[in-house]
C-alpha cells in the first residue's frame, strides 16, 4: 500500500508520476482522482477541506453521494461522513485488511476492484464478492460489537481508495436520523439478499445457479459478461465442484447457450438461462 501526495498519483503499473502542470488532473488507467496527505509509506494523512470549496473535495463528495446508504443525504451528514478520510493506492494482489483485524475504517473504492473472502477451516480461499469502483466495502463491519473485520479484502488490481473512519460514521448516525435510517435499510436489504441467497443455493441445481449468476453480472455489464472470480473461485462461490462447472460451460458451449473462454464469455440464448434461473427471481 502507498500513500498518495498531493503532487503525484497512482499509475497502472502501481508506482507514481508527477502532476501535470497547469493544475489539470492527471489521469492514467481511470485514477484520475488527486489524493492529498503527507506522510510515512503506511498512513496517509487525513485529507482536509479548508473553508472554500475544491475541485478535490466536490469530487470526493459526488463520489460518495453515488453511494446507496448515502444517496438523498444533505452536505452537511456528508462532510460529517468524510472527518479524517484518508486515500490510498494498492497494487493489484495487496492485502487492505485481514479477518480479525480492528475494523476503525470502512472502504469507499475510487478506482480499481477490491475482492473480500476467507479462508476455510481447511484452508481454501473463498472469495465472497467483488467491489467495484463506486462502492463501499465493510461498512457492516462499523456496526459489529466485536469492532473487528469477519473477512479479509485484497485489491485485485491497482486501486485507488478512501479509508473513512467508523468513528465519523458511529457519530454521524448519531447525529443525523436520516442517515441511520438509510444504514439501516441498507443492511436490513444485504441481510434478505443473503437469506435468499442461502436459500437458492441449498435448493438449486449447479446448472441453476451459473444461470442466475450470469445473469445477475448481464444486468451490470451487457450480453458480454467479464467474470470476476477465476472459474475455481467462482465454482467455490456458486457451491460447487470447479470440474461441475467447466462441464458447464463446455456442455452450453456446444449447445450455443453461450460463447468465449476462461473469464469473458457471450450470453447467446439469454431466454435458456432465464428459464433456469427463473426460481431465483422472488417477487419483492
Same mark, same amino acid.
Given at each position: 500500500?502507498?500513500?498518495? @501526495?498531493?503532487r503525484?498519483v497512482?499509475?497502472?503499473?502501481?508506482?507514481?508520476?508527477s502532476?501535470?502542470?497547469? &493544475?489539470?488532473l492527471?489521469?492514467?488507467?481511470?485514477?484520475?482522482?488527486?489524493?492529498?496527505?503527507?506522510?510515512?509509506?503506511?498512513?496517509?494523512?487525513?485529507?482536509?477541506?479548508?473553508?472554500?470549496s475544491?475541485?478535490?473535495?466536490?469530487?470526493?463528495?459526488?463520489?460518495?453521494m453515488?453511494? $446507496?446508504?448515502?444517496?438523498?443525504?444533505?452536505?452537511?451528514?456528508?462532510?460529517?461522513?468524510?472527518?479524517g478520510?484518508t486515500?490510498?493506492?494498492?497494487?493489484?494482489?495487496?492485502?487492505?485488511?485481514?479477518?480479525?483485524? %480492528?475494523?476503525?475504517?470502512?472502504?469507499?473504492v !475510487?478506482?480499481?476492484?477490491?475482492?473480500?473472502?476467507?479462508?476455510?477451516?481447511?484452508?481454501?480461499e473463498?472469495v465472497?464478492?467483488?467491489?467495484?469502483?463506486?462502492?463501499?466495502?465493510?461498512?457492516?463491519?462499523?456496526?459489529?460489537?466485536?469492532?473487528?473485520?469477519?473477512?479479509?479484502?485484497?485489491s485485485?488490481t491497482v486501486?485507488?481508495?478512501? $479509508?473513512?473512519?467508523?468513528?465519523?460514521?458511529?457519530?454521524a448516525?448519531r447525529?443525523? =436520523?436520516d +442517515? %441511520?435510517?438509510?444504514?439501516?435499510?441498507?443492511?436490513?436489504h444485504?441481510?434478505?439478499?443473503?437469506? @435468499?441467497?442461502?436459500?437458492?443455493?441449498?435448493?438449486?441445481? %449447479? =446448472?441453476?445457479r451459473?444461470a442466475?449468476? +450470469?445473469?445477475g453480472?448481464? %444486468?451490470?455489464?451487457?450480453s458480454?459478461?467479464?467474470?470476476?472470480l477465476?472459474? $475455481?473461485? +467462482?465454482?467455490?462461490?456458486? &457451491?460447487i465442484?470447479?470440474?461441475?462447472?467447466?462441464?458447464?460451460?463446455?456442455?452450453?458451449?456446444?449447445?450455443?447457450?453461450?460463447?468465449g $473462454?476462461?473469464?469473458?464469455?457471450?450470453?447467446?440464448?439469454?431466454?435458456?438461462l !432465464?428459464?433456469?434461473?427463473s426460481?431465483?427471481?422472488?417477487?419483492?
Amino acid at each position: 500500500m502507498t500513500k498518495v @501526495n498531493s503532487r503525484m498519483v497512482c499509475s497502472s503499473s502501481g508506482g507514481f508520476r508527477s502532476k501535470p502542470s497547469g &493544475g489539470a488532473l492527471a489521469a492514467d488507467s481511470g485514477l484520475s482522482e488527486l489524493a492529498r496527505g503527507t506522510g510515512g509509506a503506511e498512513e496517509a494523512d487525513a485529507v482536509g477541506f479548508p473553508g472554500g470549496s475544491s475541485v478535490y473535495e466536490s469530487g470526493l463528495l459526488h463520489l460518495l453521494m453515488g453511494v $446507496r446508504p448515502f444517496q438523498g443525504l444533505d452536505a452537511t451528514a456528508l462532510h460529517e461522513l468524510l472527518q479524517g478520510v484518508t486515500a490510498h493506492c494498492y497494487e493489484a494482489g495487496e492485502l487492505v485488511f485481514r479477518e480479525g483485524d %480492528a475494523a476503525t475504517a470502512y472502504l469507499l473504492v !475510487k478506482a480499481g476492484e477490491v475482492e473480500v473472502f476467507r479462508y476455510s477451516h481447511n484452508g481454501e480461499e473463498r472469495v465472497f464478492q467483488v467491489f467495484e469502483a463506486g462502492r463501499t466495502v465493510a461498512e457492516a463491519a462499523m456496526f459489529m460489537p466485536h469492532g473487528r473485520y469477519p473477512m479479509c479484502a485484497r485489491s485485485r488490481t491497482v486501486t485507488l481508495l478512501y $479509508r473513512l473512519r467508523r468513528e465519523s460514521l458511529l457519530a454521524a448516525c448519531r447525529r443525523h =436520523s436520516d +442517515l %441511520a435510517m438509510h444504514m439501516l435499510a441498507t443492511l436490513s436489504h444485504a441481510l434478505y439478499m443473503q437469506v @435468499n441467497k442461502v436459500d437458492w443455493i441449498s435448493s438449486s441445481s %449447479a =446448472s441453476e445457479r451459473l444461470a442466475n449468476y +450470469l445473469l445477475g453480472l448481464k %444486468a451490470r455489464q451487457g450480453s458480454t459478461v467479464h467474470l470476476p472470480l477465476s472459474q $475455481r473461485q +467462482l465454482a467455490a462461490h456458486l &457451491g460447487i465442484r470447479a470440474e461441475t462447472l467447466s462441464r458447464l460451460f463446455t456442455d452450453w458451449q456446444a449447445r450455443g447457450y453461450v460463447a468465449g $473462454r476462461r473469464n469473458e464469455w457471450e450470453l447467446r440464448d439469454e431466454a435458456y438461462l !432465464k428459464q433456469l434461473a427463473s426460481p431465483a427471481q422472488r417477487s419483492f
